[in-house]
Each structure stands twice: as C-alpha cells, then as structure tokens.
C-alpha cells in the first residue's frame, strides 16, 4: 500500500456519508452550529455557490452573497462537523467552474440563471395563483 492509500483510510472515517451534492452556480443554505457559552445554536448562512476545490476530506466550497448593501464570500469544509446540513434551494445554470466575476456585481448582473430539472414542471406552472 502506498502512503496516499493510508491517509485515504483514515480519512474516510471521517467523512461525511450523506452529503448533498450541489454544483457551482447553485443556491443553497448552510446550516452551521455555532457555541456560544453553553448554549449551541443553528446558524443559516445562504448565498450562491462560486467555486468548489479540494477532494477528500479537505474539500472546500465558497458561498457568495449580497444582503442589505454589503457583500458577503465564506469558505466552508465540506466534511467540517460544525456544519449541521446542506440543502440546494435553487439549481444553477453556468458555463465555468469559478464564479469570481461575481464578486464585483450586483443587481440583475449577479444573477445566475436557474437550472430546470425534466419533470418537475415549468416555473410558470409552479408559480401561477389559484
């Protein structure tokens, strides 16, 4: 066995088994423990996903967002145990795998376009009032 399939053993225990997958240009919302003092909480951070990077244990993934005037970009470890759940709000529709252009825009711009899944219905059917 070589060194790298030794660190892959111990790696894999702790790893994460029910990882959502989500790609670039998705919007999702992290759900993060956060301590504080004695009491634990659940914080909600949501953004657009601009890049993804690392495998394994070490893999990353950066969220964007724009709320209330100021931009915001976090980094997450995919695998960290503070983070308690990952749920894809809205698919995106991109040609690259780096969202960085981003960072600099805001209004109709920064928009990424949504990703419509076959079978799920078109967006008017879905959102139209009864």
Same mark, same amino acid.
């Given at each position: 066995?070589?060194?790298?399939?030794?660190?892959?053993?111990?790696?894999?225990?702790y790893?994460?088994k029910?990882?959502?997958? %989500?790609n670039?240009g998705?919007?999702?919302?992290v759900?993060?423990r *956060? /301590?504080?003092?004695? &009491?634990e $909480?659940?914080?909600?951070f949501?953004?657009?996903?601009?890049?993804?990077r690392g495998?394994g244990?070490?893999?990353t993934?950066?969220?964007y967002?724009?709320a209330?005037?100021?931009?915001?970009?976090?980094? %997450?470890?995919?695998h960290?145990?503070?983070?308690?759940?990952?749920? *894809? /709000?809205?698919?995106? &529709?991109? $040609?690259?795998?780096?969202?960085?252009?981003?960072?600099?825009r805001?209004?109709?711009?920064a928009?990424?376009r949504?990703?419509?899944?076959?079978g799920?219905?078109?967006?008017?059917?879905?959102?139209t009032?009864?």
């Amino acid at each position: 066995m070589s060194r790298s399939k030794y660190i892959e053993e111990v790696e894999a225990e702790y790893m994460k088994k029910d990882v959502v997958p %989500f790609n670039v240009g998705d919007t999702i919302r992290v759900k993060t423990r *956060v /301590i504080e003092g004695e &009491k634990e $909480r659940l914080q909600a951070f949501e953004g657009t996903v601009i890049a993804k990077r690392g495998t394994g244990l070490s893999e990353t993934f950066a969220i964007y967002r724009s709320a209330y005037g100021s931009k915001m970009e976090r980094v %997450f470890l995919l695998h960290s145990p503070r983070i308690s759940n990952i749920e *894809v /709000i809205r698919p995106g &529709k991109v $040609r690259r795998a780096k969202l960085s252009y981003l960072r600099g825009r805001s209004g109709k711009s920064a928009k990424v376009r949504e990703l419509y899944v076959a079978g799920a219905g078109t967006p008017a059917e879905t959102h139209t009032a009864e």
